[in-house]
């Protein structure tokens, strides 16, 4: 896999960010994510803001 991530923008509202409860690596996504791409384990969404 060689991702192309060159036509995100950033500050796109939508952006989610995702933390794997296994390995504890972060990943972004305009879509959800079920699997850490790394370990395949599950990922958490962590978007939500904390207020
Ligand atoms: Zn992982």
Redesign the pocket.
Known sequence: MSPNHADIDPYTPEMGYYE?V????RETSTSRLHR??????SMHNISVPRE
């Open positions: 794997c296994q390995c504890g690596a850490c791409r790394s370990c395949d384990g």
